[in-house]
């Protein structure tokens, strides 16, 4: 057998990075020339719909963000504001809940005592108390916090991906205008699995939606509590080990050469530098030990909490550190939920639900997550964004739950780029609507691509070739540092 | 900012083409200021500066109170808004410069749009005298008809500059240069760009593009080509040798010989038999047809081939799959919907099986009405539903033109307004639906009719606009009369612009991997084709044949364009766009699937359908394959190709490298690799045939020494061969047809 050195494959790589990259594929096609603002009808569409806003392409422009990456913690089912980000001491009690505020570290701001380790840090937190959807179902008032855009219709219980609902979810935006970007592992990840209804229907919201498929973050699906935990899609298969995948790589260097000539066209560039990131990737320590829990120190592991949103956190944690722009963790769904309030959605006994499995588990992964960043010097260039879908009603109802609440809501930033120990926007007295600093779901996407370096403007396409700006919204600059 | 002078910079070096700007289009502003008219003076500032764009004032609801219609397609509203709304604050004739208007234009106070004039600049200088007028609307006599731009194509050389001229055309036959004013665009700016002014540069690279202008919502196209630079004696020979068989060659190589790019060498029988297998039947060929098709003698065995494959089954598999894309057969998860998805799908196979002519094919879906079980096309009526889809999905599937904008506003590049857009609207205003069952949006079962009547209301004028096709006459329809009838008459009229353009460029881009108009979706005149007569011959060849899809792709497959290698030589690199060579594309999702579970012998199942059901053959957009979606099968949530993507994604990468799915089909005990392990023959014969199989090809030389030693090397031969399938089911030469 004729082994060709991997650095030979390397130079093969290098001739072909020199050749001008002509798209060929359909698809290629026409985002090349989306990017460029380039031939043909969309070319025109580029400059003609480009006008006045000084739309910077960031897929060929990108300009440096104030932050590296993210981590987006998102609460699944709508945490309740008063007993988490915004207590309302002085209202009744079927208004404030059973659950005190307490002091933080930064004089003036008060949260719910549940989070007595979020509060010591809370000088690298800024809260918008203010943000509303004023949608009260789960999967329309969710896509709305996750893309930035409004369901159509609101109020939609239940609903499902699929146009017009089909505007990508934030991390996808990330993943597309960072697809080129040289790293060996991809730029957005979700954990540990989709947001689904009850029914097992996923949300719109969570993937690429109009951008195509190769936008779609990756969906590690996995448990990350389990003792043999492993992210499957990033780990050789048992069947085919090290060594195996090594013969076939080599072969595959061999016999991938015949169509050498027509890749002077450039035809298959984005195709060889796919496959290569993915073989790279693939026998790469790197991808291997970011996704092993196992070398995470026992105490370490501990911090974070032996529950899945812990675990996944610090999955999350490790992956930032191996080069991941954006890692999404979601709220995990345990069977042994009670089926009348799952994860947040607290419709009934919440006060319970809230001390025994919401917040201490956050409070816990939240905050280790904070004080590992510091430690490791990556909080200023990290934004850690944690937020629902919505709110909970102020009341009570019957079953000592409360409802779905669209109305007002808090979200909380911190990390880089953020004024720590800021307050953005206020609640009335029973935290059910804003009384100022009103912050919209687009504002909270805008200012998050903002300090990621992708300013608002930034445009994608759609289907048909039309302009779109990645945000409607505004940066919220108050709470900037 | 930056715009705004990047914009203007060039009025320095460009002295002389400044001067003339001012003389002829601001050159009003000299003469007495009382002729100033807002229509063909004052409108096209505000375009030209950007303020009616959709990201500013155009914007349905405006910006800051300030409300222009987009691109200034409306002028008495826009008249309005500047001259007279929020009680006239925009102007002060009192004081020109002090009028809010210009201090926002210049930025003398706070403006989000930025600095967009300067107060040098002749646009300012107009419209202050047009304030200074006190606003006059003008005499709105003279109304502009047409835009031309000069030269309308020319020949350069590498690295050259042409200065272009618009010229706008009026009512009372005045004309007026307006290149300053014109927005400007080229088509591939790497071939070459334009300037905001009109002046063109070309690129070191060979090829055409088209340079679009857009003035007061008329457009006009120039086209450049720039041959190559030094063609050789070599070169001219291969233009001229090349070989006619039929029209679509005639057309290609006259477009070659004016670009001097020389055509690609007419590929090998291999090749050619997977090409085009691939492409009519969707599946690799068998190793039997290979080794028969390779053996065959007879001078004509291409042509036998592209007509066996259209009589085969395949075929109609591979073009039903395509049309239950375009026609969005979708269940979407409702199981009482599958009876429905599945009729439609086998009604569409029976089609293309028995070659229906294509007006036919369209009438009867367009026109379909009834219940799915008795009528399958009335599923189309079951997934595209209201208004706006029947429009969209109708002009963007059976006439290629994208009309959607013109729903809200007037078609940013094309001439199409809210009443074209509504006037096809009012064909379908009699359907209505009754019966079916479920509480979805989309219930199952349910019946499509025509009521007596329906019409139509302009969202804008609230009047009832009559049925009309696009450039057509109104259409009066009689009561209980199916409007949509009309439609399909005038869409297939043979001076129909649209209707058998659209398809050809349709099955063009399946073959050849870009439409001649390209997106193939978006005929329009400032989107032309790359050979523009090629399509309009190809047009009228499909007319005359009746509306024969077969005939169209026997003309397509058996041109000798369609025989051209697709290795690239040093002429002819960056040629893309004019069939020199064939372009390599990936397979389709469904299609490569299938190559594989041929290839490796292990099928794929897929749930509640037979055994050796094959991808392509799936219904509906359900299934769900992970493999599928990862390759760009299309939900079916458009009527646009494109959502078909053949984008290269980490995600295909790690899957197929990786993924268990993939993995089992190069392990699993009873696979091909395991056959071939068994099988008692020696190695080269073995490693010969799953050449054949995989790539249609015996292996080359060194190919074939080194799997030899590769097998040499390992003991146990099944993980061998597995080896040797996964690495040859991951190359490109696998995935892509060349």
């Known amino acids: 057998m004729m082994i060709v050195s991997s650095c030979d494959f390397g130079n093969t790589m290098q001739a072909l990075n020199d050749t001008p990259f002509v798209p060929q594929d359909r698809g290629t096609n026409r985002r090349g020339f989306l990017q460029t603002g380039g031939l043909g009808l969309l070319g025109v569409t580029g400059s003609v719909f480009a006008g006045p806003l000084n739309v910077v392409d960031a897929a060929v422009k990108g300009q440096p963000g104030r932050i590296k990456r993210c981590i987006l913690l998102f609460l699944l089912g709508g945490p309740s504001q008063h007993s988490t980000w915004d207590p309302k001491p002085d209202a009744a009690e079927e208004i404030r809940g059973a659950y005190k505020p307490i002091q933080t570290s930064v004089p003036g701001i008060q949260i719910s005592e549940l989070l007595p380790e979020t509060s010591k840090l809370m000088q690298h937190i800024a809260l918008l108390r203010a943000v509303t959807t004023g949608d ?70 969570q993937d690429s939606g109009f951008l195509g498929v190769p936008a779609d973050p990756w969906l590690f699906r996995c448990e990350p509590t389990s003792a043999d935990f492993q992210v499957p899609e990033f780990q050789l298969h048992r069947d085919v080990p090290d060594a195996r995948f090594g013969e076939r790589r080599k072969l595959l260097d061999h016999l ?226 | 900012m930056n715009n705004l002078v990047q914009r203007f910079s060039w009025i320095l070096p460009c002295v002389t083409i400044a001067i003339t700007m001012c003389v002829c289009t601001v050159g009003a502003a000299n003469e007495t200021a009382s002729r100033l008219d807002f229509t063909n003076d004052v409108a096209p500032i505000l375009t030209k500066l950007g303020c009616n764009a959709g990201g500013c004032h155009g914007k349905s609801t405006g910006r800051g109170g300030f409300k222009l219609s987009l691109f200034g397609f409306n002028a008495h509203e826009d008249f309005d808004s500047v001259s007279r709304a929020s009680r006239g604050r925009r102007i002060f004739p009192a004081s020109p410069d002090d009028s809010l208007l210009l201090k ?56 050259e500059k042409l200065q272009l001229t618009a010229t706008a055309i009026y009512s009372d036959g005045s004309h007026r240069d307006v290149t300053r004013l014109v927005r400007f665009s080229s088509g591939n700016p790497a071939v070459a760009e334009v300037g ?120 109609a598999d591979q073009f039903a799959q395509k049309w239950s894309d375009l026609l969005r057969n979708k269940r979407r998860g409702q199981k009482p919907r599958i009876p429905g998805t599945i009729a ?77 857009y509504y006037g096809m609207a009012a064909f379908f205003a009699r359907i209505d639906r009754k019966g079916g069952a479920g509480v979805a949006e989309r219930r199952a079962d349910e019946t499509v009719f025509i009521k007596a009547a329906g019409e139509v209301l302009h969202p804008l004028t609230g009047k009832v606009v009559s049925p009309r096709g696009l450039d057509g006459e109104e259409l009066e329809i009689a009561p209980y009369e ?68 077969k005939h169209v792709i026997r003309l397509i497959c058996t041109s000798n364009t369609y025989q051209l290698s697709s290795q690239a030589q040093d002429e002819d690199l960056d040629e893309t766009e004019n069939h020199s060579r064939f372009y390599p594309q990936r397979m389709p999702a469904e299609v490569l699937l299938d190559a594989l579970d041929q290839t490796s012998a292990v099928v794929t199942r897929y749930k509640g359908l037979p055994v050796k059901t094959r991808a392509i053959q799936l219904p509906d957009e359900d299934y769900s394959n992970e493999f599928l979606r990862l390759f760009g099968r299309p939900k079916r949530e458009s009527a646009c190709e494109c959502e078909r993507t053949s ?34 023959r020696s190695d080269p014969e073995k490693l010969g045939e799953l050449f054949l199989t995989a790539f249609s090809r015996e292996p080359t030389p060194l190919e074939m020494r080194n799997a030899i030693e590769y097998l040499a090397s390992e003991t146990d031969k099944r993980k061998a061969y597995g080896n040797l399938l996964w690495a040859l089911m991951n190359t490109k030469e696998f995935m892509y047809i060349h």
């Open chain 2, 482 to 549: 199916d409007p949509r009838q009309a439609l399909v008459d005038w869409m297939q009229e043979p001076d129909n612009p649209y209707f058998a353009r659209a398809f050809v460029n349709r099955m063009w881009a399946h073959f050849f991997g870009r439409g001649l108009v390209e997106p193939m979706d978006d005929l329009r005149a400032t989107n032309p084709a790359t050979i523009e007569p090629l399509l309009d011959e190809l047009a009228a060849e499909f007319i005359n044949s009746k509306f024969d899809m």
């Open chain 1, 136 to 205: 009260h179902a789960h999967s329309s008032s969710g896509y709305a916090m996750l893309t930035g855009q409004p369901h159509q219709p609101t109020n939609r219980e239940g609903a499902n991906p699929g146009a017009p609902n089909d505007w990508p979810t934030f991390a996808a935006v990330v993943q597309f205008l960072r697809r080129q970007q040289p790293h060996i592992m991809p730029p957005a990840v979700r954990l540990p699995h989709h947001i689904f209804n009850t029914d097992q229907s996923v949300w719109p919201g």
């Open chain 2, 104 to 159: 926002k234009a210049t930025m003398t106070v706070p403006h989000g749009g930025g600095r967009r004039l300067d107060r040098s600049d002749p646009e300012y200088r107009l419209l202050r005298d047009w304030i200074a007028a006190n606003m006059p609307w003008g005499t709105g006599a003279a109304r502009i008809e047409q835009l031309q731009i000069a030269p309308a194509e020319r020949q350069m050389k590498r690295a």
């Open chain 1, 256 to 481: 991938d050469r015949r169509l050498f000539e027509m890749d002077r066209t450039g035809a298959f560039k984005s195709h060889t530098d796919i496959a290569h990131q993915a073989l790279n990737l693939l026998g790469s320590k790197t991808t291997v030990n970011a996704c092993n829990l196992a070398l995470e120190p026992a105490a370490s592991r501990d911090r974070y909490g032996s529950h899945p949103f812990g675990q996944s956190v610090l999955l999350g944690r490790r992956l930032l550190e191996a080069g991941v722009s954006v890692v999404q963790v979601n709220w995990f769904r345990s069977p042994d939920e009670p089926p009348a309030a799952p994860c947040w959605d607290s419709h009934a006994d919440e006060t319970r639900r809230l001390k025994e499995a919401l917040v201490p588990p956050l409070d816990q992964a939240y905050s280790a997550l904070l004080r590992d960043l510091i430690d490791r010097d990556m909080l200023q260039d990290t934004l850690v964004v944690c937020m629902g879908e919505f709110g909970r009603t102020p009341k009570f109802n019957a079953r000592g739950g409360r409802d779905h609440w669209g109305h007002c809501f808090s979200v909380a930033l911190a990390g880089g780029g953020v004024q720590g120990g800021s307050v953005h926007g206020s609640s009335d007295k029973h935290a059910a609507y804003p009384v100022s600093g009103v912050v919209r779901p687009h504002d909270v996407t805008a200012t998050m691509f903002d300090l990621l370096g992708h300013p608002p403007n930034t445009e994608i396409h759609d289907r048909l070739g039309r302009p779109l700006p990645v945000s409607r919204g505004r940066v919220i600059r108050e709470i900037l540092s």
């Open chain 2, 647 to 680: 984008q290269p994604s980490l995600a295909q990468s790690i899957f197929v490298m990786n993924n268990r799915f993939i993995l089992d089909k190069t392990t699993s005990k009873d696979n091909y690799a395991a056959a071939l392990a068994a099988d008692q």
């Open chain 2, 196 to 315: 905001a002014n009109g002046l063109v540069q070309t690129k070191n690279r060979t090829g055409e593009t088209t340079i679009v202008g857009l003035y007061q919502g008329r457009t006009a196209v120039s086209r450049v080509i720039t041959p190559a630079a030094n063609a050789t004696a070599e070169v001219e020979r291969r233009l001229a040798e090349f070989d006619v068989a039929n029209l679509i060659d005639r057309h290609v190589i006259e477009k070659l010989k004016l670009l001097r790019v020389p055509p690609a060498a007419i590929v090998d029988d291999g090749t050619f038999l997977r090409r085009s297998t691939v492409q009519i039947a969707g599946r690799l060929p068998t190793l039997m047809e290979t080794q028969a098709f390779l053996d065959d003698q007879s001078s004509n065995k291409r042509e036998q081939l592209i007509e066996r494959l259209l009589a085969s089954e395949e075929y």
């Open chain 2, 344 to 420: 439609f799908h086998r009604w569409i196979r029976n089609a293309i099986a028995a070659n229906m002519p294509y007006d036919q094919f369209v009438r009867e879906i367009i026109t379909a009405t009834g219940n799915v079980t008795v009528n399958p096309p009335a599923q189309w009526y079951a997934e595209v539903r209201y208004l706006d889809r029947y429009v969209d999905d109708t002009a963007q599937v059976f006439l290629g033109i994208r009309i959607g904008c013109a729903r809200c506003h007037h078609h940013p590049f094309e001439k199409f307004s809210q009443d074209d």
